[in-house]
């Protein structure tokens, strides 16, 4: 994705008012539980890191380094942890089925949040899993989500215009085809049986995996996190909060827990 008008789409409707945000919320919860502990995180694909400088700020004692193919996602994720003042978050530009520049044992967890679906083989998935599991330290951590492929095009269709009225028209046509190139339950379960941690989990969403997550065991939130992590559920606009509810709902159902937010 390095077309500046798609990178425009995508990062206005990923802010933190936009569309995303229940599911960004989400994901931000669910990746502090998993990264708990750890001193160095590596975001894969890591975008205009909307999702990357949330869950920075919200573990300002962890370093994280996001890496993207696209120089233009890079740059604009820079000016974003440039305006929100953070500076846990560096960024290097990197092919995540390569990681020529990470070095081997290197990172306590590796996260990733709606990339994967954009590598075109099987294969592709095989090689960056394969360097997930090279750069990871023994014991370290993993929490990578992607949408789960569809049965039906009705399905697809569903899901990518669900919202169509309230996002730029770009972002729902970029999420149909985001949906349509999702790798199978199967593909998943079968990558991470074999590169990664025993360790690892693979879960989905109740009924339909929409969403799937891969990821070592959560542990507990101190205190504070938790505390202001419901404090954000509550600060969002109240269609968003409905949004987020309904996916801890989905996501609960289908084993993705605990709950950060109860
Ligand atoms: C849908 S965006 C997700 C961004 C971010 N993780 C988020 O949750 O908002 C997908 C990102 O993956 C990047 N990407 C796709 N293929 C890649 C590859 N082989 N290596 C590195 N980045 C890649 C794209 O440039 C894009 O920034």
């Not at 999702?51 to 993207?68: K, M, R, T, W, Y």
């Not at 492929?149 to 009225?165: C, Q």
């Not at 505390?227 to 084993?255: A, I, T, Y």
Request: proline letters at 5%.
């Amino acid at each position: 994705m390095d077309d500046a008008d798609q990178v425009a789409a995508y990062s206005y409707a990923g802010r933190v008012d936009g569309v995303m945000s229940a599911s960004y919320l989400y994901h931000s919860a669910q990746i502090s539980q998993v990264i708990s502990g750890c001193k160095t995180v590596l975001d894969l694909g890591c975008g205009p890191a909307t999702q990357l400088a949330q869950i920075a700020g919200l573990n300002p004692e962890i370093s994280f380094l996001g890496v993207d193919l696209s120089g233009t996602m890079i740059d604009s994720g820079k000016k974003y942890v440039d305006q929100l003042g953070l500076r846990n978050v560096a960024f290097q530009l990197e092919d995540i089925t390569k990681l020529e520049g990470i070095p081997d044992a290197s990172v306590d967890a590796v996260m990733s949040t709606v990339v994967l679906h954009h590598l075109p083989t099987r294969q592709h998935l095989d090689d960056c899993m394969a360097q997930v599991a090279r750069v990871l330290k023994p014991g370290g951590a993993v929490y990578l989500t992607d949408f789960g492929r569809l049965k039906s095009l009705r399905s697809v269709l569903f899901f990518a215009y669900m919202n169509a009225a309230n996002q730029p028209h770009l972002f729902s046509l970029d999420y149909e085809r985001s949906l349509r190139a999702a790798f199978l339950m199967e593909d998943f379960k079968e990558v991470a049986g074999r590169f990664l941690p025993q360790s690892v989990s693979v879960l989905s969403t109740f009924l339909v995996p929409f969403l799937v997550v891969i990821r070592t065991p959560p542990t507990a939130l101190s205190a504070d996190l938790s505390r202001r992590l419901r404090e954000m559920r509550k600060g969002l606009p109240s269609q968003f909060r409905s949004d987020l509810d309904e996916l801890r709902l989905f996501c609960r159902l289908g084993g993705i827990s605990p709950d950060p937010f109860q």
